[in-house]
């Protein structure tokens, strides 16, 4: 084998493991449903996947229940800035500010730690296979079903994204404070509809919201001087005293369902029929006639909710935007960071083929080639064996 073969099959194994359909990445694209994914898609590469991350969420649901809360919203707060990758976890670099500081997770988001322990028990199990975005919708799906929620079908291969933006978070993710036609938009330009705004919405049967995100309601709503006149008025005494009008209180808690905080069931939707629901954009629910139909029928069929939450639960967990890190299938490495095990294990082959030929040169070789080197060529046929079987059998689990 001639000295330029070193590098040319290894440098076309790269390159053509890479998959890359077009040099281009699209960003600006539409977003897919199902790009891609397969139901078996670990079942070979790492069978025991499920159960480890229904054991790193338990563990911390042991000391801090909140957490379930926690876990299903960083995930949707993932996927709903271009599409689930993972990029939500991603620390800010030289090239970018990620989402972590947008407004609406900076001393918000949490659970990330959770998402770090889980991926590092992963990575014993299943070294370089499993994406850090197929972690999180597997955690959040364990947080539902852990609080008394409904199971749904997930499908698996999802790509963790290299990149992040502040921006693209601070403009996409919905806030509390805007009109419910805004936050509709935001969700159609998703490929989501109304009735995914108001089930989705059912998230807020679990966890806590901070004063400030809903305290104009309390004191002062929308420059009248006066509260809400829509909040019911025990439940807004009751949270005046959990948000004195001062600064003070901008960070306390208050629960999102105050009738059943941990459990999640449709009592989020029998609070918006009896005027206290939290968030404004919550109550705005109960304004428009199309969307209060929907939330009357929830309030009194819990059955009807958790079906239709476990559908839209599925749409949610398979937006995907097609960028050049999706369609080069890589899997990151590390949580934070943007390493990619692909990128390394190139970067680890392409210096052994030139250490190889260093080596042959300075003994006069290239007319016996080591058989060691022979066998490591066919390993590296195989390299990618974290690009996991495309077919299978059995279930997700
Ligand atoms: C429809 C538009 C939505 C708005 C405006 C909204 C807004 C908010 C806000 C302001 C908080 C409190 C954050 C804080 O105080 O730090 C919150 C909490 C939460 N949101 Fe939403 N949200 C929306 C939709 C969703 C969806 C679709 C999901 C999940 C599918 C979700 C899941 C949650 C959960 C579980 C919490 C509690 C988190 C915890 O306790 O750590 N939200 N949301």
């Given at each position: 084998m001639s000295l330029s073969s070193y590098f040319t099959i290894p440098l076309f194994l790269c390159l053509s493991s890479l998959?890359?359909?077009?040099?281009?990445?699209?960003?600006g694209g539409q977003i897919d449903y199902d790009?891609?994914?397969?139901?078996?898609?670990?079942?070979?590469?790492?069978?025991r996947l499920r159960m480890i991350v229904q054991n790193g969420v338990w563990a911390a649901f042991k000391t801090d229940t909140r957490i379930a809360a926690s876990l299903l919203r960083l995930h949707f707060h993932d996927c709903f800035?271009?599409?689930?990758?993972?990029?939500?976890l991603l620390d800010d670099t030289i090239d970018f500010r990620g989402e972590k500081n947008a407004f609406p997770n900076r001393?918000?988001?949490?659970?990330y730690e959770v998402i770090d322990s889980i991926k590092a028990d992963v990575e014993q199990a299943c070294?370089?296979?499993?994406s850090c975005v197929d972690i999180l919708t597997l955690a959040a799906r364990e947080s539902v079903i852990l609080s008394g929620g409904p199971y749904y079908p997930l499908s698996f291969g999802r790509k963790d994204g290299f990149t992040a933006s502040e921006k693209a978070a601070n403009e996409q993710l919905p806030s509390p404070i805007e009109p419910l036609e805004n936050i509709t938009a935001k969700f159609t330009s998703k490929g989501l509809d109304m009735k995914d705004v108001v089930v989705l919405s059912g998230?807020?049967?679990?966890g806590f919201a901070q004063c400030f995100t809903f305290k104009?309601?309390?004191?002062?709503f929308k420059g009248t001087?006066?509260?809400?006149?829509?909040?019911?008025s025990s439940a807004l005494a009751n949270l005046q005293g959990m948000c004195p009008?001062?600064?003070?209180?901008?960070r306390n808690l208050a629960p999102?369902?105050?009738?059943?905080?941990y459990r999640f069931d449709n009592a989020y939707y029998v609070n918006l029929v009896n005027g206290t629901g939290l968030l404004e954009s919550d109550q705005a629910l109960m304004r428009d006639p199309k969307t209060s139909a929907i939330v009357t029928a929830y309030s009194s069929n819990s059955y009807l909710f958790s079906a239709d939450f476990a559908s839209s639960m599925t749409k949610l967990s398979n937006?995907?935007?097609?960028?050049i890190n999706n369609i080069a299938q890589v899997v990151r490495?590390?949580?934070?960071?943007?390493?990619?095990p692909n990128l390394f294990s190139y970067f680890v082959i392409i210096a052994f083929f030139l250490l190889m030929s260093l080596h042959r040169l300075a003994c006069g070789g290239g007319r016996h080639p080591s058989p060691g080197f022979e066998g490591d060529s066919d390993d590296l046929g195989g390299h990618?064996?974290?690009?996991?079987?495309?077919t299978g059998g059995g279930s997700d689990d």
């Open positions: 998959h890359l359909v077009s040099p281009f990445p699209s960003f790009y891609n994914y397969n139901y078996n898609y670990y079942e070979r590469s790492c069978p800035v271009n599409g689930c990758d993972a990029s939500i001393n918000s988001a949490r659970g070294p370089s296979t499993v998230a807020h049967t679990i104009r309601r309390l004191f002062d001087g006066k509260p809400d006149p829509t909040l019911e009008n001062k600064d003070a209180s901008n999102l369902d105050s009738a059943s905080t937006l995907v935007f097609p960028t490495f590390h949580v934070h960071e943007q390493t990619s990618g064996s974290h690009d996991f079987p495309k």
